[in-house]
């Protein structure tokens, strides 16, 4: 066989080579996940913030991408890359990187103007339509409610910085608004259960639902919140003395039950597919060249 049919051969071979490892680097890559770009700015603002850093550093907005529960559910669906659109800040789906993990100062805030911040005015989105673009099904439930009509949004209810609710009770919560009905709902339940108990039940799997499941904004109450206290005995009512003093039904409470998440290993940030395919092929053409020159010398 001449030289340059041997040569020949080589460069195909090596050609094949540099697409193969290509091809391998952008799964590698796709398997990484997105991209981190730049400094997190939430850095930048607890420099004169950082009260309410430190209260977003413990909320569920600052652990949107780091929980172990969406990490799983976001593995077992394949990694969708518009799950990003909500567990990150700043998410550019052409590019597929972010500006930060996690719901950060971004999420809502703005500068608005020219003047860059400080000193600019940062502007603040906060309405419940806002809020409702990640949580939909929150959002659709709280419109039909009565909550929805009168515009108590989330941000009555729920510290916007910590996400936790603005009162450690939630019947405490309730009753600042429901004075007269915190008296009427204090009978024959005691202590034993809080407003949300009875109008804002979940069902026990809801957590299985990847975030679309009821969530009780509606503040309507349904039958299944009944049988969580009154599975055995909801149909006996028939049987119950109106003259007699009601009694509470401890004794019934079922135990909802709770799940531990699994913890899941970070997945691992790579190159992007472009570089990949660059470093694939000259990777591939190198090591064809190098196989090219020995046959040659060989056969000298």
């Not at 904004?217 to 049987?239: G, L, P, T, W, Y």
């Amino acid at each position: 066989m001449s030289t340059t049919r041997i040569t020949w051969a080589v460069f195909l071979i090596a050609v094949v080579t540099a697409l193969v490892v290509g091809l391998c680097t952008v799964d590698a890559a796709a398997a990484a996940g997105p991209e981190l770009q730049g400094t997190p700015p939430t850095q930048d603002c607890a420099a004169c913030h950082s009260d309410l850093a430190q209260q977003w550093q413990s909320s569920k907005h600052a652990t949107a991408f780091s929980d172990d529960a969406f990490k799983k559910t976001w593995a077992e669906g394949g990694n969708q890359k518009y799950c990003l659109t909500c567990h990150t800040t700043g998410y550019d789906a052409n590019t597929d990187k972010y500006v930060q993990e996690g719901v950060a100062c971004q999420a809502c805030h703005k500068p608005a103007g020219t003047n860059a911040h400080p000193g600019g005015v940062m502007t603040v989105s906060d309405s419940a339509e806002v809020c409702g673009t990640c949580h939909t099904t929150t959002l659709h439930e709280w419109q039909k409610g009565g909550h929805g009509k009168a515009n108590i949004a989330c941000k009555s209810c729920h510290d916007m910085h910590s996400t936790t609710l603005r009162d450690t009770q939630s019947g405490d919560l309730c009753s600042s608004c429901h004075k007269e009905r915190n008296v009427q709902a204090n009978m024959p339940m005691g202590n034993t259960a809080q407003c949300a108990n009875c109008h804002m039940y979940t069902l026990p799997d809801a957590s299985k639902a990847e975030g679309k499941a009821a969530t009780g904004h509606s503040f309507v109450m349904s039958a299944d919140a009944c049988q969580r206290c009154h599975k055995d005995n909801i149909h006996e009512a028939h049987k119950v003395n109106p003259t007699a003093p009601p009694q509470p039904g401890t004794d019934k409470l079922i135990a909802m039950p709770t799940s531990t998440p699994e913890v899941v290993p970070a997945v691992a940030k790579g190159s992007s597919s472009l570089a990949g395919i660059i470093g694939g092929i000259m990777g591939g053409l190198l090591v064809g060249f190098v196989a090219a020159s020995s046959v040659i010398r060989r056969t000298k």
